[in-house]
């Protein structure tokens, strides 16, 4: 009996070695497309994010600037400093000598008399609503340099006979505040006056090491000639600097008051009821999210900010 051998022709594999690659070329190209569009996507999200992120830290501490009363030391079209509010509290206590006490961030009874973005130091400024010349109907906040500030137990701090704290407090062993002033506080300052603590602080775009620009913050110092620290990144990169407000830059500031002129003066600062923030970035290389044609990537964001703390 004789036995057929099975097997392929030569045709037949070279047909199916040609689908194959076919098949091969086609999934790669899909997959390599695939890795170009979320790569793309990542990048533009990044961008919109950075945006995003400026717009809520700038909204954030302009909307709380005590402007009516330090208005804006430095306004250009592409920096601005101001006061920004980093806390609040009410005094525990009639003062002993130069230092206040506060109540605990958080409290038994789930009030919150004292709120800290961060802790205020020497370089930050106090208020305290009081009456300096003792007369009534003539509170205002008064002004004063922190000599020092830190955490001091209920006990002598906020016990609780000064009914701001109870008993449940000292259980769980909450702590006070306590800051001292650089001078004496007004004799007429009585327990439950408010406190708010302040600090100078700028906003710039600026020029990295690395050739791109960002969105910087300064600290400066709380009283006199402006003298900031060094420059810290917030976010970013954006678009290069270009001169003017409304240029095609980075980053843009516009001030106009409760008119609506628009204010370049800084003598006029007070004054300023509304500032509009223009962010503009990119990716850094050339994205694509339909089809092969790519490019560099651009989003804006614009912000109109009126500070609670202003000129009415």
């Not at 961030?105 to 010349?133: F, K, M, Q, R």
């Not at 600290?219 to 003298?227: D, E, L, Q, T, V």
Request: glycine share 8%; proline share 5%.
């Amino acid at each position: 009996m004789r036995h057929t051998r099975q097997g392929f022709t030569l045709i037949e594999v070279v047909v199916a070695v040609a689908l194959a690659a076919l098949v091969g070329s086609t999934l790669l190209m899909t997959l390599r497309r695939q890795q170009r569009f979320y790569g793309s996507a990542a990048e533009i999200i990044q961008v919109r994010g950075q945006l995003r992120d400026a717009a809520d830290v700038l909204a954030a501490d302009l909307r709380g600037a005590a402007v009516a009363r330090y208005g804006l030391p430095l306004m250009t079209d592409s920096a601005v400093e101001l006061f920004t509010t980093i806390g609040a509290s009410v005094v525990c206590t009639a003062p002993s000598g130069r230092t206040l006490f506060m109540p605990p961030a958080v409290l038994a009874g789930g009030t919150a008399l004292t709120s800290l973005l961060a802790s205020p130091d020497t370089g930050d400024v106090a208020l305290i609503y009081a009456t300096p010349d003792g007369i009534p109907d003539s509170a205002q906040w008064v002004e004063f340099r922190i000599a020092a500030f830190g955490s001091r137990s209920l006990a002598t701090s906020c016990p609780a006979v000064t009914g701001f704290t109870s008993a449940a407090d000292a259980v769980v062993k909450r702590t006070g505040y306590a800051v001292t002033l650089t001078s004496d506080p007004p004799p007429a300052v009585r327990k439950g006056a408010p406190l708010r603590f302040l600090r100078r602080a700028r906003y710039s775009l600026y020029r990295s090491s690395d050739g791109n620009w960002y969105l910087g913050y300064r600290r400066c110092n709380a009283i006199g000639r402006s003298i900031c620290a060094a420059i810290q990144p917030v976010s970013g990169p954006y678009l290069p600097f270009a001169n003017g407000a409304i240029a095609d830059g980075g980053l843009a500031f516009r001030y106009f008051d409760t008119e609506g002129a628009e204010l370049t003066d800084a003598l006029l600062s007070p004054t300023v009821a509304r500032i509009d923030i223009v962010l503009r970035g990119e990716t850094a290389r050339a994205v694509s999210l339909v089809g092969d044609a790519r490019s560099r990537y651009r989003d804006s964001a614009i912000v109109s900010i009126s500070p609670r703390n202003r000129v009415r």
